[in-house]
């Protein structure tokens, strides 16, 4: 299985503001996914991101307001943009398991709280 | 188009007691099937899996779930709950195709009572 850290692990920031979350893999993956947990909700999936490319997002998520960066096959940061409060949320990344697609590698998660 | 529905928000068992956590789902496909766990500050870690080898699916830690097409669910149970279990358990349906594919549940905040 693949071991994944996150930083930083809880934030709290305020409006306007942007803050940069990194996702490191303990080895090297093709593809990295940001899913975002809202209070009492379930995962939703941001974006995937593939190393040297642009990061695919899902629909009711843009690239100004996720950039997302996919410099190497370890490594990738996700920022969350201009915040509000509507921003406060878990943010969590994640790696497929190489032998069983469907499976997921999820990191411990940021929990972010925007006042 | 696929979802989930976790019937509760909230279980709260005494330990050494039974362990029941419900999950339907609906799917156009012949979907897989997961329970994941987070425990605090942890990441989400797979339980078990189902992909219609066998509708009775084990999984690590003691817990099992069972796949009923007929009632479209997949509970999940256990038959002695341990402290070490409080944590979220979040059921989610594949229709294939990697993370894109994946629908989560709000999940079901465990708790184990002494």
């Known amino acids: 299985s693949a071991v994944i850290s996150q930083k930083p692990s809880r934030d709290i920031c305020q409006r306007g503001t942007s803050l940069t979350i990194q996702c490191q893999v303990d080895?090297?993956?093709?593809?990295m996914f940001w899913y975002r947990q809202q209070p009492g909700q379930s995962l939703t999936l941001i974006a995937t991101?593939?190393?040297?490319?642009?990061?695919?997002?899902e629909s009711g998520f843009v690239i100004d307001k996720f950039p997302i960066s996919r410099p190497n096959l370890t490594f990738s940061t996700l920022t969350v943009s201009n915040m509000s409060p509507e921003d406060s949320s878990i943010y969590l990344c994640?790696?497929?398991?190489?032998?069983?697609?469907?499976?997921?590698?999820f990191g411990p998660g940021t929990r972010l709280t925007v006042t | 188009a696929q979802s989930v529905t976790q019937l509760d928000s909230h279980v709260s068992v005494s330990e050494g007691t039974p362990v029941l956590l419900r999950c339907n789902y609906s799917?156009?496909?012949?979907?897989?099937l997961f329970w994941y766990v987070q425990h605090p500050n942890k990441g989400l870690q797979l339980l078990l899996k189902?992909?219609?080898?066998?509708?009775l699916v084990k999984g690590i830690n003691g817990f099992e779930a069972e796949f009923k097409k007929s009632e479209t669910s997949f509970h999940l149970t256990k038959p002695s709950a341990h402290m070490s279990d409080a944590a979220e358990y979040f059921c989610?349906?594949?229709?294939?195709?990697?993370?894109?594919?994946?629908?989560f549940g709000k999940g079901t905040h465990l708790i184990i009572q002494p």
């Open positions: 080895s090297q993956v093709t593809m």
């Open positions: 189902y992909t219609s080898a066998a509708t």
């Open positions: 994640s790696v497929e398991n190489p032998r069983d697609l469907d499976e997921q590698y």
């Open positions: 989610v349906v594949s229709s294939g195709g990697g993370a894109d594919g994946l629908t």
């Open positions: 991101a593939n190393q040297g490319s642009e990061a695919t997002y």
């Open positions: 799917s156009s496909y012949s979907p897989s």
